[in-house]
């Protein structure tokens, strides 16, 4: 297709739905390349449990922002932003249109809408908060922000306690929840951005995850895992397939209850993915079995409209 807008077609949706097959047929049908923004799949020694695109799927599309940090770096979603941003504006030089995806829902929309302004907070309050997870532990923390902010509470991931200080120290330090920060003052973009998103009904979203936890441990999961045991305090390794493992390894639990948490946890992440993602109303959404052509129609009719 030839057109004037430069435009970002964003691939989102729950955890083992499609998206990376969806994003290289993408990329293969545009001619295009591909930015991925899933927050553990930049990390190097996090290649299965990530569910990182393979190295056959990565030479049938460009990708970037695939494995291109240590778990040892200092990376967050500012920093993606304005990566990202950088990328975009080498890529639009030679294609009109880009491929975004991944399932983390604020390095997604650091990308299309910008980041959310916060004021700055004493440093002191996660310094106590700190402290009361080491002491109290993740629970009691979540009960918090639960109080003080029930949104945040059910939209974050609660499982992590740097995205829970991170709410809490907002609502202690402004006396306003976290939430009340959000969406506001977006900056504007010199591309337009079509989100398309893949949804299955719950069982099969479900299934999927388990089959995908499955061949995970099949292809060597706890063996990446057994090398990473040294480093598992580091945040990047705070994830899901990670840190269940870990305890297994640490003789806290079993192999098969071990392998059960990582079914459930996954199913709970996508639950809050897709909580996440809903809110945009502008997304067009998909059963994830949906064929390429009916997107890719789909996407040129709005490009049609708006060119």
């Known amino acids: 297709m030839d057109f004037k807008t430069k435009y970002l077609i964003a691939v989102i949706g729950p955890t083992a739905i499609g998206k990376t097959a969806l994003s290289i047929?993408?990329?293969?049908?545009?001619?295009?390349?591909?930015?991925?923004?899933?927050?553990?799949?930049?990390?190097?020694?996090?290649?299965?449990?990530?569910?990182?695109?393979?190295?056959?799927?990565?030479?049938?599309?460009?990708?970037?922002?695939?494995?291109?940090?240590?778990?040892?770096?200092?990376?967050n979603v500012g920093a993606f932003e304005k990566d990202a941003l950088l990328k975009l504006d080498e890529l639009y030089r030679d294609n009109n249109l880009v491929i975004l995806v991944g399932g983390s829902g604020l390095y997604v929309d650091a990308v299309t809408k910008g980041l959310d302004y916060f004021p700055e907070v004493n440093p002191e309050i996660r310094n106590e908060l700190n402290i009361e997870l080491k002491e109290k532990g993740l629970t009691h923390l979540q009960e918090k922000l639960q109080k003080l902010d029930n949104e945040s509470y059910q939209n974050i991931a609660i499982d992590n306690p740097?995205?829970?200080?991170?709410?809490?120290?907002?609502?202690?330090?402004?006396?306003?929840?976290y939430s009340s920060f959000l969406n506001k003052?977006?900056?504007?973009?010199?591309?337009?951005?079509?989100?398309?998103?893949?949804?299955?009904?719950?069982?099969?979203?479900?299934?999927?995850?388990?089959?995908?936890?499955?061949?995970?441990?099949?292809?060597?999961?706890?063996?990446?895992v057994k090398q990473l045991q040294k480093q598992q305090q580091l945040n990047a390794l705070n994830t899901v397939g990670y840190k269940e493992l870990f305890n297994y390894l640490k003789g806290t639990w079993d192999f098969d209850f071990a392998i059960s948490e990582i079914k459930k946890n996954s199913r709970r992440f996508a639950k809050r993915q897709?909580?996440?993602?809903?809110?945009?109303?502008?997304?067009?959404?998909?059963?994830?079995?949906?064929?390429?052509?009916?997107?890719?129609?789909?996407?040129?009719?709005i490009i049609t409209e708006n060119d």
Request: hydrophobic share 35%.
């Open 162 to 177: 740097h995205r829970v200080i991170r709410a809490l120290e907002i609502c202690l330090g402004t006396g306003k929840p």
């Open 185 to 224: 003052g977006k900056v504007s973009r010199n591309f337009k951005t079509i989100t398309i998103g893949l949804d299955a009904e719950r069982p099969t979203i479900y299934d999927r995850i388990n089959k995908r936890v499955d061949i995970m441990m099949a292809m060597g999961l706890l063996d990446e």
């Open 25 to 75: 047929k993408l990329a293969q049908h545009f001619k295009t390349q591909i930015i991925s923004a899933d927050s553990r799949q930049f990390y190097k020694e996090m290649q299965i449990g990530t569910a990182a695109p393979t190295d056959e799927e990565l030479r049938a599309a460009p990708h970037h922002f695939i494995h291109h940090k240590s778990i040892h770096d200092d990376y």
């Open 274 to 301: 897709l909580t996440w993602f809903k809110r945009n109303k502008q997304t067009l959404w998909f059963p994830y079995d949906t064929s390429l052509e009916n997107i890719t129609t789909e996407i040129e009719k």
